[in-house]
């Protein structure tokens, strides 16, 4: 698929999930965060994965979208209209039980032996996946969650040469501006 066929075809509305998978690309997901972020500021976007096997675990990919977008976010801010805040982010991880071991009776016994017989560990029974809430503001009640962590958002720092350069774009408007 070319640019050109995607510039052509109507933008899909933008919606407030984003499910990463290991077929989709990184730079989309990014570019889908962006814009969700420029045409609703205010409210979350939650980037989850699906539970599906241990091998075929897409965490790390949401980790890695999840920390471009903060980053990339943070440039597309307005340095002079004061904007220096990033995304809070609100991480859940959660898992999903397959098969069940029988509370008692041969059948226990015979599962657990089964389980163990893993060539170096014991076979994993649990389907891991995890949700990750980027917000422009906190969101109320989040941070009382027990499965839930909170990391706070990054501040843009503004080096030396572009703070003089905002005050000299000031003292230039403010001089054109007759009184």
């Not at 205010?42 to 999840?66: A, E, G, M, Y």
């Not at 226990?108 to 649990?126: D, F, M, V």
């Not at 572009?162 to 007759?178: D, E």
């Amino acid at each position: 698929m070319n640019s050109e066929e995607t510039d052509s075809q109507p933008a899909a509305p933008l919606s407030d999930s984003i499910r990463i998978t290991r077929q989709g690309k990184i730079k989309y997901w990014v570019k889908h965060g962006l814009d969700f972020f420029q045409e609703n500021p205010n409210k979350p976007l939650t980037l989850h994965t699906s539970p599906v096997d241990v091998s075929q675990s897409t965490i790390p990919r949401l980790i890695s979208v999840v920390e471009i977008l903060k980053r990339e976010y943070l440039k597309t801010l307005d340095v002079s209209a004061g904007q220096l805040t990033g995304l809070h982010q609100y991480n859940e991880l959660q898992w999903e039980q397959r098969g069940e071991i029988p509370a008692e009776g041969e059948d226990r016994a015979s599962t657990i032996a089964r389980a163990l017989e893993g060539k170096n560990h014991a076979k994993l029974t649990l389907a891991p996946y995890m949700k990750v809430t980027l917000c422009t503001k906190a969101l109320a009640g989040m941070h009382e969650k027990k499965d839930m962590t909170y990391q706070i958002p990054q501040t843009r720092r503004l080096s030396k040469t572009t703070k003089a350069r905002l005050k000299k774009k000031v003292k230039q408007q403010t001089a054109l501006v007759p009184p």
